[in-house]
């Protein structure tokens, strides 16, 4: 009975995203976002279903309006949220890595305090971007294992999705309060 129960609370324990991110920005100023209209380019960085991108934005659209940020259009908005859901191409994942100017030595790896560290990054991940809308560059990058697998229906894909863009986006907002006590 003990193992079970040891079992059932590491599956159900919550993970936390990798991040890494801008030092110098000043992410305690957000208070807006915005996301890439459906005929940006942006879409033709990842080809995806028109039912997972609606799945991905209502969950980054609702995890960022309950921690307080406001929508705008991207062109208004403080910063841009992109995301990637990664698969076995490697094209379409260099593809996107351009389109935000990621660069991993520009960002510093929230856990080991280091740039050269690079965040883990594996097939069946989301990948969240935070881009200044001006020069299209990523200032902040989260990944979490999403691992959906083929048996699983809309409503599992949708608790997945979720599940993990909350803990990415919570990431942000603890950032955020941390650079706020700072000042």
Known sequence: MLLLTILLCSCSSTKTAAI???PIFDF???KSY???QREHKFSDWQP????MRNSIELAIEKSMDSQGYLL???SQADVVVTYYLVKQNN???IQYNNGVNYCSYCLVHSEK???KERLMIYPGSLIIDIVKPK???SIWRATYPLKIKDKDNSLDINTKISSAVDSMLQQLTIMKQAQGKRA
């Open 20 to 22: 890494k991110y801008q």
């Open 28 to 30: 305690s100023a957000l």
């Open 34 to 36: 915005g996301l890439y």
């Open 48 to 51: 995806l279903s028109d039912g």
């Open 72 to 74: 705008k259009d991207s």
């Open 91 to 93: 094209h379409t994942f």
């Open 113 to 115: 305090g280091s740039r």
């Open 135 to 137: 020069s299209r560059r």
